[in-house]
């Protein structure tokens, strides 16, 4: 007789989609010769320039260089201050650092766990110089008080939109409105070129600059006059990427759709199993319950650790033992020796620093079957009912 145990496949916490059609044209690119930014580069740039409502977008090597060239597109550098969150990757920070200005850390609402806009007026002081909102598994920010604020005192928006490609504010597409916005392609984003990130600039005096910061500072003029008139990088995205994002914004109302679908069945099944287990009383905080915003690029929730006698760490084990990946999106930033050591405090936003332990990402992505939702569920609730503390 067999003893073979039937093993469930493994669920991780994301995973890009790449059809057979992105895989023929990244080999046709790969054929052409031409593998660095050229035509499929301006093809993407176009696609999404059209995709934002006509306004000028260029495409870099990653979403952190996205923010940097931001900043200094803003012409933010040292002894100015940039308002920003303390959850949020830390690259939203290191790039303020970066480029020789001032993070200022402003706590964070604990129902969408984004920057809280009625704390940043008290943080603004005369060398503030731009707000750096971040828009958290894809959920926006109040777009109205953000520009409201920014403009009653004179600040550039630098928005961390990493997370938000395919979000709404009213109708209206993030990115095609508003300031600097900053959107990330990396492998696990809703829109993935595997690695990548674009910048949606005002006007075409912003996009040549941003050109000239991504190659070096290099303008070319007919066929060999070259110049250097700013300190630039390398950060230009390739050809290989490009021609990836191309087919991913094909697909991208078909992802979103299945990301929404996936989503509301957490929010029911998640409920459903609380209520079986008796455990209506625990404190599971669920994300904001938006469909109308939100692109639903995580699904995050923020677990009752003061209910538990278990922590985070503990629960993610248990659920990797039953075949379930999950991720820490984020750890607040402030916490880290880099930041403690620059002078920085966690207690001083102190609902990051409880989010910012106790928060925890869930298995979302297009291609992960409907019963997974279950499995997952049940198996947190098990977990959270076997360390309820009596």
């Known amino acids: 007789m067999s003893t073979t145990k039937n093993v469930l496949p493994f669920i991780p916490f994301t995973r890009p989609h790449f059809n057979q059609e992105t895989i023929d044209a990244v080999a046709e690119v790969l054929r052409s010769g031409w593998v660095t930014s050229g035509p499929k580069l301006a093809e993407f740039e176009a696609s999404l320039s059209e995709y934002f409502g006509g306004r000028p977008v260029r495409c870099f090597a990653n979403g ?12 933010i550098g040292p002894g100015d201050e940039v308002i920003t969150t303390p959850i949020s990757w830390v690259a939203t ?8 200005a001032t993070p200022v850390f402003v706590d964070i609402d604990p129902v969408t766990r984004n920057i809280d806009l009625h704390k940043v007026a008290a943080a603004i002081t005369p060398q503030t110089r731009a707000i750096m909102p971040v828009y958290l598994a894809g959920l926006p920010v109040n777009m109205d008080e953000l520009y409201a604020l920014a403009k009653q005192h004179k600040l550039r928006v630098i928005e961390d939109a990493a997370q938000a490609f395919g979000s709404q504010w009213q109708g209206q597409k993030i990115g095609s409105f508003g300031d600097l916005v900053s959107f990330s392609f990396q492998a696990n984003k809703n829109l993935s070129t595997v690695e990548g990130g674009c910048l949606v600039l005002n006007n075409i005096d912003e996009a040549k600059l941003a050109e000239k910061l991504r190659l070096q500072g290099v303008t070319r003029q007919g066929m060999d006059g070259m110049d250097v008139d700013v300190l630039g990088g390398k950060d230009n995205l390739t050809d290989v990427n490009a021609v990836i994002g191309l087919h991913q914004l094909k697909q991208l109302p078909a992802f979103q759709t299945r990301r929404c679908a996936l989503a509301r069945q957490y929010f029911d099944v998640i409920r459903s199993e609380l209520k079986s287990a008796g455990l209506d009383d625990l404190k599971l905080e669920l994300p904001v319950e938006n469909f109308a915003d ?3 690029h995580m699904f995050q929730v923020v677990l009752p650790l003061e209910q538990l006698n278990a922590d985070r760490a503990q629960v993610m084990t248990e659920l990797k033992d039953l075949g379930i990946g999950t991720g820490v999106h984020y750890p607040i930033i402030t916490g880290f020796t880099l930041y403690q050591e620059l002078g920085y405090k966690t207690e001083a936003t102190p609902i990051a620093q409880r989010i910012g332990r106790s928060i925890l990402t869930l298995p979302l992505f297009p291609g992960m079957a409907d019963e997974d939702i279950g499995r997952i ?11 309820r503390k009596n």
Do not use: E, Y
């Open 377 to 387: 569920a049940s198996a947190l609730v098990g977990i959270l009912k076997k360390h």
């Open 64 to 75: 952190t260089a996205t923010m940097k060239i931001a900043l200094q597109v803003a012409g």
């Open 294 to 296: 939100s692109n639903w």
């Open 93 to 100: 920070s290191n790039v303020i650092l970066g480029v020789g």
